[in-house]
């Protein structure tokens, strides 16, 4: 009995199942349509790793063509210094090569001797044009319409220039004169200047001829303050108050206190009129100062 229920059983679920409908589609696709999708995919796929593959061999060429461009512009820059110099020689001055000889050769032979119809060198000639060009210019200019001085004339404005400078130079410098960079002066000009103001303001001391009178002698080989014309021009410029002497720096300029001691030193070896007695100390001009005292009581220039 339970053999025939599990037959019939059986019997009836294989009944059900035949009676179900039969699935036709993938995911909601016919089959026909699926297959033929995934096939486009597949080809999508196919095109695109071909395209993938010519992009990778475009690109090592490109890079081997670029290493040859790399290649060939070192080699050209590994060019030989000197053959550049060599080739820049050549081109100018256009020489010809052996094989170009007979394109310029003449029709005169001389023992073996051939003449060649060589043509002066380019920089040569645009130098010989340039020199041409300079002198037209140069003899316009210097010769013709005057407009520049020429090299005479122009030495001699710039002589007339340096004169004023050096006279500007000189007075300035003698402004600048003091008791240790003053030298005796011996042109007449300076001495004749220094003899007026000797006359204006010290001759009523030592007398119009040196000769002396309140002050000392001015002729004679002593003097109280030193006979060097430093000594002398130190003398007059600050003078000497506690023997009466005023200092004249006030009222003459370094130039003119040079003039008066330079004239003073020229009064030297004169003979005046009544002179008064040495006073100070002897002094050799060659020499210098001797220690042989006179008399320095009296007031006094030297």
Same mark, same amino acid.
């Given at each position: !009995?339970?053999?025939?229920?599990?037959?019939?059983? @059986?019997?009836?679920?294989?009944?059900?199942?035949?009676?179900?409908?039969?699935?036709?589609?993938? %995911?909601?696709?016919?089959?026909?349509?699926?297959?033929?999708?995934? =096939?486009?995919?597949?080809?999508?796929?196919?095109?695109?790793?071909?395209?993938?593959?010519?992009?990778?061999?475009?690109?090592? $060429?490109?890079? $081997?063509?670029?290493?040859? +461009?790399?290649?060939?512009?070192?080699?050209?820059?590994?060019?030989?210094?000197?053959?550049?110099?060599?080739?820049?020689? !050549?081109?100018?001055?256009? *020489?010809?090569?052996?094989?170009? +000889? %007979?394109?310029? @050769?003449?029709?005169?032979?001389?023992?073996?001797? $051939?003449?060649?119809?060589?043509?002066?060198?380019?920089?040569?000639?645009?130098?010989?044009?340039?020199?041409?060009?300079?002198?037209?210019?140069?003899?316009? $200019?210097?010769?013709? =319409?005057?407009?520049?001085?020429?090299?005479?004339?122009? *030495? +001699?404005? +710039? !002589?007339?220039?340096?004169?004023?400078?050096?006279?500007?130079?000189?007075?300035?410098?003698?402004?600048?004169?003091?008791?240790?960079?003053?030298?005796?002066?011996?042109?007449?000009?300076?001495?004749?200047?220094?003899?007026?103001?000797?006359?204006?303001?010290?001759?009523?001391?030592? =007398?119009?001829?040196?000769?002396?009178?309140?002050?000392?002698?001015?002729?004679?080989?002593?003097?109280?303050?030193?006979?060097?014309?430093?000594?002398?021009?130190?003398?007059?410029?600050?003078?000497?108050?506690?023997?009466? !002497?005023?200092?004249?720096?006030?009222?003459?300029?370094?130039?003119?206190?040079?003039?008066?001691?330079?004239?003073?030193?020229?009064?030297?070896?004169?003979?005046?009129?009544?002179?008064?007695?040495?006073?100070?100390?002897?002094?050799?001009?060659?020499?210098?100062?001797?220690?042989?005292?006179?008399? %320095?009581?009296?007031?006094?220039?030297?």
């Amino acid at each position: !009995m339970l053999a025939t229920a599990a037959n019939a059983q @059986e019997a009836a679920d294989a009944a059900a199942a035949a009676a179900e409908p039969v699935s036709t589609t993938i %995911s909601g696709l016919s089959k026909v349509s699926f297959y033929a999708l995934l =096939s486009v995919i597949g080809l999508e796929l196919l095109v695109l790793f071909i395209l993938l593959y010519n992009l990778k061999v475009l690109l090592a $060429r490109e890079k $081997r063509l670029t290493v040859a +461009e790399a290649g060939e512009q070192a080699a050209a820059a590994e060019v030989p210094k000197k053959e550049r110099l060599k080739n820049l020689w !050549m081109k100018l001055n256009s *020489f010809r090569s052996l094989h170009e +000889e %007979s394109d310029i @050769e003449l029709d005169h032979n001389y023992d073996g001797i $051939r003449e060649l119809d060589n043509k002066l060198p380019p920089w040569w000639l645009y130098l010989f044009y340039v020199c041409i060009i300079f002198a037209v210019i140069y003899l316009w $200019r210097y010769h013709v =319409s005057h407009s520049a001085p020429l090299s005479k004339e122009e *030495f +001699e404005q +710039e !002589m007339v220039k340096a004169e004023a400078e050096k006279q500007a130079y000189l007075a300035k410098a003698a402004n600048n004169v003091d008791e240790n960079t003053v030298t005796l002066l011996t042109d007449g000009a300076a001495l004749e200047s220094g003899k007026k103001i000797f006359t204006s303001n010290c001759a009523a001391c030592h =007398s119009a001829d040196g000769g002396g009178g309140v002050g000392p002698n001015l002729t004679d080989n002593y003097w109280l303050h030193g006979g060097d014309v430093k000594d002398v021009f130190k003398t007059i410029k600050y003078g000497v108050p506690e023997k009466g !002497m005023k200092s004249w720096k006030d009222d003459f300029s370094p130039v003119q206190l040079a003039q008066l001691a330079s004239f003073v030193k020229s009064l030297h070896g004169t003979k005046p009129a009544t002179p008064k007695e040495p006073q100070g100390e002897l002094y050799d001009e060659k020499g210098g100062q001797q220690a042989q005292p006179k008399d %320095s009581t009296a007031v006094s220039l030297k």
